[in-house]
């Protein structure tokens, strides 16, 4: 089994719609994030949290919000869709205090804007 | 505002040949990462480089680090079409623990 899932793996949704993106790991690490990647900019980061009660923004926060429910779940959250939202959204996981805390991706989800 | 610059975008080789990519990155950091993207797939992390003048390898790949030039490469020997994907090189180590990546590059080997 997957160490970082993510869920759903594809979406096709509406503008205005609200959109839930799931994470969930079973590394044990404290240390999870929030990526988008479209093409030809490599990969931004858009929250990160260092453990259930740590969140902050990234440098692309802004249109979305995030949910620590429990140190193995992380959920990125689009209150009001938009097109130009539509990425392939990556979640990462790592761990402190491992010298060099390699984050370690899920397998992605394709989210579409119409 | 720490930058991380990938060179080429897009590299197309031959099988067999060698080539080099390069990551340049703008403020001191104390981790270099590299990754690769498989089409449609997740990143898999390929090597983690921590002090100057680090060098490690993985069967037809090796990386190194000069952190006084603040540049990483990733020289690719003896091509083979397996080892098409994009690859990217990624910074961190700050005190927020993320990483950022470069734009990455694209290599395409062909026969």
């Known amino acids: 089994d997957a160490d970082v899932t993510q869920t759903p793996r594809n979406r096709i949704t509406k503008t205005g719609k609200r959109i839930m993106l799931e994470c969930s790991q079973t590394?044990?690490?404290?240390?999870m994030y929030w990526y988008r990647q479209d093409p030809g900019l490599g990969l931004r980061l858009i929250y990160y949290?260092?453990?259930?009660?740590?969140?902050n923004k990234g440098e692309i926060s802004d249109g979305y919000s995030v949910s620590r429910q429990a140190q193995a779940k992380f959920s990125l959250s689009l209150e009001s869709a938009i097109p130009n939202q539509t990425a392939l959204y990556f979640c990462a996981t790592s761990e402190k205090g491992t010298g060099t805390d390699t984050q370690y991706f899920g397998p992605g989800t394709r989210l579409t804007v119409l | 505002e720490l930058k991380v610059e990938q060179n080429p975008l897009f590299l197309s080789m031959q099988e067999e040949k060698n080539y080099t990519i390069y990551c340049n990155y703008s403020t001191t950091s104390d981790r270099l990462y590299w990754y690769r993207q498989d089409p449609g797939k997740s990143l898999e992390s390929l090597f983690v480089l921590l002090s100057n003048g680090a060098v490690k390898q993985e069967g037809r790949l090796m990386a190194s680090l000069d952190t006084k030039a603040r540049l990483s490469t990733l020289h690719i020997t003896a091509a083979v079409h397996d080892l098409s994907a994009t690859y990217f090189c990624?910074?961190?180590?700050?005190?927020?623990?993320?990483?950022?990546f470069g734009k990455g590059t694209k290599l395409s080997v062909k026969p």
């Open positions: 990624a910074v961190g180590g700050g005190s927020q623990g993320n990483l950022i």
């Open positions: 590394k044990g690490h404290d240390r």
């Open positions: 949290s260092f453990d259930v009660k740590d969140i």
